[in-house]
C-alpha cells in the first residue's frame, strides 16, 4: 500500500472506496476536514438547548415524540445502538465492511452533524489498519443501514470486535447521545457495497468488446455495424463509445467479411452495450453524490454567514430512491449485454459460421460434444443474472407505527449487484474460453495491437486441449483473467 488516500468529506470516488476496502491503499482525514467536525458540538449544544431535536432530545421512528429526560441522556445514545443492532443474516465480507467505514467516514466529514471527533479518529484509525465491524447483511430497506451502522456503534464502544486488519484495533470510545443517530443515518454499506460492484462491473465492461472482438474475428465478421458514420446518425454515447472501441480493436484487421450482414451479437453490440456503459455512467453519478454527502437525519446547519443562527433540519435525505433505481436500471442493462455473449457464444458452436468447424468445437466431426456443455452454463449463470435484475424498487413497507411508509430497498439492490459481478464474469468466461478455442482450431490471429496482446494473455492462461473433457476450470480461469487489474 504505497499511496495514501486523503479523506476530505468532498471528493472521494467509488474506485477510492474499493481500494480502501481491499487494501490496495491506505487513508489520512484532511486536518481541515476534522477541524470543522470539532466545531459542530458547541453549535448543537446551542439549538438543542433551545427546541427538541429528534433523536438527540427525544427518542426515534414512532418515538419521535417522546422526550429523553436529562437524566436518561447519557445513555440514550448506547441504548439507540443497542436496540438498532439487530441485523440478521450472514456477515458481510470484510471487504464490504470496509468499504462501509471508508464511506460513513468521509460523509461525516461534512460536518452535519455534531458526531464526536474521537469517534471520527476512531474510524480513521480502523479504516487505515484495515480493521473492519462484523456486520450482519440483512437489516436495511433503503432508508438507511441502521442495523449494520449500529453494529458499527458498538464495536467503536468496544462492545463487539473488530475484524481483521493490522496492529491494535482502535480502543474503546464513549458514544453519547450526539453519536448515535447520527453514526446510524447514511447507508453507507449500501453505497459501498454498490461501489464495490461498480468498480469490477466497470472492468467487465471495459472488457468485453476484447472477447466479443475475438468471437468476431473468430468467424470473420464485418466491421460495418461500428462505423462512426451509423453512430453520428443516432449519437447515443455508450453507443458510441463500444463502437468506437470496436473499431480501435479491429483496425488492423484483413479479412473479408464472411456474410452481408451478421447475427445480432456482433451488429447490435454498440446498442446494448452501449445502454450498459450509460446505465454505469448513471450509477457512477449517483455515487458520486452519496459518497459525499451530508445525509444525516436531522441535519445540523452551522449557518457560516449568519452566526449564531445554527439549527436542525429534519428531512429525508436518507431516502436512497436515485440510487436504487440506478441500480435497476444498471442490471437490467447487464443482462442485455450479458444475453448477447450468449449469442456469440451460439454463433461459435455453429459450423456455418466457423468456416465448416465441427459442431460445438469438438476435436472431430464423430459425435464428440466439444464446447456443448459451455453454452448450458452461460445460459445458467445468466438465468442467475435474470432473476437479480428484477427491480427492487417496486417493493413497498410500513413501518414504525406508520409513521415511515416508503422504502427504496436500495439494499437489496446492492447486494444483486454484488452477485451480478460472478455472473457477468462467468458468462463472459464461456464466451471467451470458445473464442480463444475457435481461434485455435481455424489458425487465426486476432489484428495486431491490443487485442493480439490480449488474445495472447488468454491463450497462454487457457489449456488446448481439444478433447471431450471437464471444462470447469477453463471457464473460472477465463471468468478470474477478465476481473483481474490492469
Same mark, same amino acid.
Given at each position: 500500500?504505497?499511496?495514501?488516500?486523503?479523506?476530505?468529506?468532498?471528493?472521494? %470516488?467509488?474506485?477510492?472506496?474499493?481500494?480502501?476496502?481491499?487494501?490496495? %491503499?491506505?487513508?489520512?482525514?484532511? &486536518?481541515?476536514?476534522?477541524?470543522?467536525?470539532?466545531?459542530?458540538?458547541?453549535?448543537?449544544?446551542?439549538?438543542?438547548?433551545?427546541?427538541?431535536?429528534?433523536?438527540? %432530545?427525544?427518542?426515534?421512528?414512532?418515538?419521535?415524540?417522546?422526550?429523553? &429526560?436529562?437524566?436518561?441522556?447519557?445513555?440514550? +445514545?448506547?441504548?439507540?445502538?443497542?436496540?438498532?443492532?439487530?441485523?440478521?443474516?450472514?456477515?458481510?465480507?470484510?471487504?464490504?465492511?470496509?468499504?462501509?467505514?471508508?464511506?460513513?467516514?468521509?460523509?461525516?466529514?461534512?460536518?452535519?452533524?455534531?458526531?464526536?471527533?474521537?469517534?471520527?479518529?476512531?474510524?480513521?484509525?480502523?479504516?487505515?489498519?484495515?480493521?473492519?465491524?462484523?456486520?450482519?447483511?440483512?437489516?436495511?430497506?433503503?432508508?438507511?443501514?441502521?442495523?449494520?451502522?449500529?453494529?458499527?456503534?458498538?464495536?467503536?464502544?468496544?462492545?463487539?470486535?473488530?475484524?481483521?486488519?493490522?496492529?491494535?484495533?482502535?480502543?474503546?470510545? &464513549?458514544?453519547?447521545?450526539?453519536?448515535?443517530?447520527?453514526?446510524?443515518?447514511?447507508?453507507?454499506?449500501?453505497?459501498?457495497?454498490?461501489?464495490?460492484?461498480?468498480?469490477?462491473?466497470?472492468?467487465?465492461?471495459?472488457?468485453?468488446?476484447?472477447?466479443?472482438?475475438?468471437?468476431?474475428?473468430?468467424?470473420?465478421?464485418?466491421?460495418?455495424? =461500428?462505423?462512426?458514420?451509423?453512430?453520428?446518425?443516432?449519437?447515443?454515447?455508450?453507443?458510441?463509445?463500444?463502437?468506437?472501441?470496436?473499431?480501435?480493436?479491429?483496425?488492423?484487421?484483413?479479412?473479408?467479411?464472411?456474410?452481408?450482414?451478421? &447475427?445480432?451479437?456482433?451488429?447490435?453490440?454498440?446498442?446494448?452495450?452501449?445502454?450498459?456503459?450509460?446505465?454505469?455512467?448513471?450509477?457512477?453519478?449517483?455515487?458520486?453524490?452519496?459518497?459525499?454527502?451530508?445525509?444525516?437525519?436531522?441535519?445540523?446547519?452551522?449557518?457560516?454567514?449568519?452566526?449564531?443562527?445554527?439549527?436542525?433540519?429534519?428531512? +429525508?435525505? =436518507?431516502?436512497?430512491?436515485?440510487?436504487?433505481?440506478?441500480?435497476?436500471? =444498471?442490471?437490467?442493462?447487464?443482462?442485455? %449485454?450479458?444475453?448477447?455473449?450468449?449469442?456469440?457464444?451460439?454463433?461459435?458452436?455453429?459450423?456455418?459460421?466457423?468456416?465448416?468447424?465441427?459442431?460445438?468445437?469438438?476435436?472431430?466431426?464423430?459425435?464428440?460434444?466439444?464446447?456443448?456443455?459451455?453454452?448450458?452454463?452461460?445460459?445458467?449463470?445468466?438465468?442467475?443474472?435474470?432473476?437479480?435484475?428484477?427491480?427492487?424498487?417496486?417493493?413497498?413497507? #410500513?413501518?414504525?407505527?406508520?409513521?415511515?411508509?416508503?422504502?427504496?430497498?436500495?439494499?437489496? +439492490?446492492?447486494?444483486?449487484?454484488?452477485?451480478?459481478?460472478?455472473?457477468?464474469?462467468? #458468462?463472459?468466461?464461456?464466451?471467451?474460453?470458445?473464442?480463444?478455442?475457435?481461434?485455435?482450431?481455424?489458425?487465426?490471429?486476432?489484428?495486431?495491437?491490443?487485442?493480439?496482446? =490480449?488474445?495472447?494473455?488468454?491463450?497462454?492462461?487457457?489449456?488446448?486441449?481439444?478433447?471431450?473433457?471437464?471444462?470447469?476450470?477453463?471457464?473460472?480461469?477465463?471468468?478470474?483473467?477478465?476481473?483481474?487489474?490492469?
Amino acid at each position: 500500500m504505497s499511496q495514501t488516500l486523503v479523506l476530505d468529506g468532498t471528493t472521494l %470516488t467509488p474506485s477510492q472506496v474499493t481500494a480502501l476496502a481491499r487494501r490496495r %491503499t491506505t487513508s489520512v482525514v484532511a &486536518p481541515a476536514a476534522r477541524q470543522r467536525v470539532t466545531a459542530t458540538r458547541a453549535a448543537a449544544a446551542r439549538v438543542t438547548a433551545r427546541r427538541h431535536v429528534y433523536g438527540h %432530545t427525544t427518542g426515534v421512528g414512532a418515538n419521535r415524540t417522546t422526550p429523553v &429526560p436529562d437524566a436518561a441522556a447519557d445513555t440514550h +445514545g448506547l441504548r439507540l445502538l443497542r436496540s438498532h443492532s439487530g441485523g440478521i443474516g450472514p456477515l458481510v465480507p470484510e471487504a464490504q465492511a470496509r468499504a462501509m467505514l471508508a464511506v460513513r467516514l468521509n460523509q461525516v466529514l461534512g460536518a452535519g452533524s455534531a458526531l464526536g471527533d474521537t469517534v471520527v479518529d476512531a474510524l480513521a484509525q480502523a479504516l487505515a489498519g484495515g480493521h473492519a465491524p462484523a456486520v450482519h447483511a440483512l437489516g436495511a430497506i433503503g432508508t438507511a443501514d441502521l442495523t449494520a451502522l449500529a453494529e458499527l456503534g458498538l464495536t467503536l464502544a468496544g462492545e463487539l470486535p473488530w475484524q481483521g486488519g493490522d496492529g491494535p484495533a482502535p480502543l474503546p470510545v &464513549p458514544i453519547t447521545r450526539w453519536d448515535a443517530l447520527p453514526l446510524m443515518s447514511s447507508s453507507a454499506l449500501t453505497i459501498g457495497q454498490s461501489a464495490l460492484a461498480a468498480t469490477d462491473l466497470r472492468l467487465l465492461l471495459d472488457r468485453l468488446p476484447l472477447v466479443a472482438a475475438l468471437t468476431l474475428t473468430a468467424v470473420r465478421g464485418g466491421t460495418e455495424a =461500428f462505423a462512426s458514420s451509423v453512430h453520428a446518425r443516432r449519437p447515443h454515447v455508450g453507443a458510441g463509445q463500444a463502437a468506437a472501441r470496436m473499431r480501435e480493436l479491429l483496425a488492423h484487421s484483413d479479412w473479408q467479411p464472411a456474410l452481408v450482414q451478421d &447475427p445480432f451479437g456482433f451488429r447490435c453490440l454498440p446498442q446494448v452495450h452501449g445502454a450498459a456503459l450509460d446505465s454505469w455512467a448513471a450509477l457512477d453519478s449517483v455515487l458520486t453524490i452519496e459518497l459525499n454527502s451530508s445525509v444525516e437525519n436531522p441535519l445540523l446547519d452551522l449557518a457560516p454567514d449568519q452566526p449564531g443562527h445554527e439549527d436542525y433540519h429534519h428531512h +429525508g435525505g =436518507f431516502h436512497m430512491a436515485s440510487l436504487a433505481l440506478a441500480l435497476d436500471q =444498471f442490471r437490467l442493462a447487464l443482462l442485455g %449485454t450479458a444475453s448477447l455473449s450468449t449469442s456469440r457464444l451460439g454463433v461459435l458452436v455453429e459450423p456455418a459460421f466457423t468456416g465448416g468447424l465441427p459442431p460445438f468445437l469438438a476435436q472431430t466431426d464423430d459425435g464428440s460434444s466439444g464446447i456443448m456443455i459451455v453454452e448450458y452454463a452461460a445460459q445458467s449463470a445468466l438465468a442467475e443474472l435474470r432473476g437479480g435484475a428484477q427491480p427492487v424498487t417496486v417493493g413497498h413497507a #410500513v413501518i414504525s407505527r406508520g409513521v415511515e411508509e416508503h422504502a427504496s430497498f436500495a439494499s437489496t +439492490g446492492a447486494r444483486r449487484i454484488l452477485e451480478a459481478v460472478n455472473q457477468v464474469s462467468l #458468462v463472459l468466461g464461456c464466451e471467451l474460453v470458445a473464442a480463444v478455442r475457435a481461434l485455435r482450431m481455424r489458425g487465426l490471429k486476432p489484428p495486431a495491437g491490443e487485442l493480439r496482446d =490480449f488474445h495472447r494473455a488468454a491463450a497462454d492462461a487457457l489449456s488446448p486441449d481439444l478433447a471431450d473433457r471437464k471444462l470447469t476450470d477453463d471457464i473460472h480461469t477465463a471468468a478470474a483473467l477478465l476481473l483481474r487489474p490492469t
